[in-house]
């Protein structure tokens, strides 16, 4: 974020507080689970020069200039804010913040289904490659005696299915799946639904970034991807620039000097903006779970 958004927000909170919000818990929140984890950048005059959207919000309100030539320099981002100023110019701002915000939370659940899912099968997979290495390495007497383990299993689960065995095991977890299906089924379909949906949210909520470019610019688009400082020959090798590496680094490491938007954070390492505050509070899980029971008692009292 800009430098004067953090500013507005320190200084106006207790004004946007209505008489039952806590306005100390929300400093203690904004202190320790948003600010730790933002970047305050001191953006640049000349950045998103020419361009449209920032010309129209230039001609409506100055004072969010920064944060249009920011959104529009690193492009493929969310600009969230209520500001019409920011807003009505197409393509910029995004009102409807919370839409945005639960999409990323689907996302992250999704992404730990599937993390979830994997496990057993990487278990597996890492289970089957060890004891293929200890079969290869182990004696012509072990090899015979586990090919002799191995036709007896197979001549045992031959045997379950020709005297019915398998189908009543079958019958018997049959009950089990099915109610796993209706326990856990309208969850996980909602749950990918509403990922879905967050795409198309993502798709039209995403600022396109400025067609003409500074340095300094290119610089900043990689640096926000990256989630440590970065240094300037890595810089320079994910921008491919024309020239030898060598050259494209001197050049990086001149604009990470002399723009103020950069910070060296260690030696040679460079990122975008500086961290907005100090060491990150975890996220209560009391509130994920709270979260997780709000948007899904919907769909469980569906179910029931």
Same mark, same amino acid.
């Given at each position: 974020?800009?430098?004067?958004?953090?500013?507005?927000?320190? $200084?106006?909170?207790?004004?946007?507080?209505?008489?039952?919000?806590?306005?100390?818990?929300?400093?203690?929140? +904004? $202190?320790?689970?948003?600010?730790?984890?933002?970047?305050?950048?001191?953006?640049?005059?000349?950045?998103?020069? *020419?361009?449209?959207?920032?010309?129209?919000?230039?001609?409506?309100?100055?004072?969010?200039?920064? &944060?249009?030539?920011?959104?529009?320099?690193?492009?493929?981002?969310? #600009? %969230?804010?209520?500001?019409?100023?920011?807003?009505?110019?197409? *393509?910029?701002?995004?009102?409807?913040?919370?839409?945005?915000?639960?999409?990323?939370?689907?996302? @992250?659940?999704?992404? @730990?289904?599937?993390?979830?899912?994997?496990?057993?099968?990487?278990?597996?997979?890492?289970?089957?490659?060890?004891?293929?290495?200890?079969?290869?390495?182990?004696?012509? &007497?072990?090899?015979?005696?586990?090919?002799?383990?191995?036709?007896? +299993?197979?001549?045992?689960?031959?045997?379950?299915?020709?005297?019915?065995?398998?189908?009543?095991?079958?019958?018997? &977890?049959?009950?089990?799946?099915?109610?796993?299906?209706?326990?856990?089924?309208?969850? %996980?379909?909602?749950?990918?639904?509403?990922?879905?949906?967050?795409?198309?949210?993502?798709?039209?909520?995403?600022?396109?970034?400025?067609?003409?470019? @500074?340095?300094?610019?290119?610089?900043?688009?990689? %640096?926000?991807?990256?989630?440590?400082?970065? %240094?300037?020959?890595?810089?320079?090798?994910?921008?491919?620039?024309?020239?030898?590496?060598?050259?494209?680094?001197? #050049?990086?490491?001149?604009? #990470?000097?002399?723009? *103020?938007?950069?910070?060296?954070?260690?030696?040679?390492?460079?990122?975008?903006?500086?961290?907005?505050?100090?060491?990150?509070?975890?996220?209560?899980?009391?509130?994920?779970?709270?979260?997780?029971? $709000?948007?899904?008692?919907?769909?469980?009292? &569906?179910?029931?």
């Amino acid at each position: 974020m800009p430098r004067h958004v953090l500013v507005e927000v320190e $200084r106006d909170l207790p004004r946007r507080a209505r008489v039952t919000d806590d306005v100390e818990l929300a400093y203690r929140r +904004l $202190r320790t689970l948003y600010l730790p984890r933002a970047r305050i950048v001191d953006v640049p005059a000349d950045w998103g020069a *020419g361009d449209p959207r920032v010309e129209a919000v230039a001609s409506r309100h100055q004072t969010d200039l920064p &944060t249009a030539r920011l959104a529009v320099a690193l492009g493929t981002c969310f #600009l %969230l804010s209520e500001d019409r100023d920011l807003c009505d110019p197409p *393509g910029l701002g995004f009102a409807a913040w919370l839409q945005v915000t639960h999409a990323a939370a689907n996302e @992250t659940e999704v992404a @730990t289904i599937f993390f979830g899912a994997s496990i057993p099968v990487n278990v597996t997979g890492e289970v089957v490659q060890a004891a293929s290495r200890r079969i290869a390495a182990a004696s012509p &007497t072990a090899k015979w005696a586990m090919l002799g383990a191995g036709l007896i +299993l197979v001549a045992t689960g031959v045997w379950l299915v020709r005297s019915g065995g398998a189908g009543k095991l079958a019958g018997r &977890t049959r009950p089990v799946v099915r109610h796993i299906g209706e326990v856990y089924g309208p969850p %996980l379909a909602e749950t990918f639904t509403r990922y879905e949906h967050g795409r198309v949210v993502f798709a039209r909520a995403a600022v396109r970034p400025a067609t003409a470019v @500074t340095l300094a610019e290119r610089i900043a688009r990689v %640096l926000a991807f990256r989630g440590s400082p970065v %240094l300037a020959e890595d810089i320079a090798r994910e921008l491919g620039a024309p020239g030898n590496l060598r050259d494209r680094t001197r #050049l990086v490491r001149a604009e #990470l000097r002399g723009c *103020g938007a950069f910070v060296e954070v260690s030696r040679g390492r460079w990122m975008l903006g500086e961290p907005g505050g100090g060491p990150a509070a975890p996220l209560p899980f009391t509130e994920v779970v709270n979260y997780l029971d $709000r948007v899904h008692k919907d769909t469980r009292r &569906t179910a029931a």
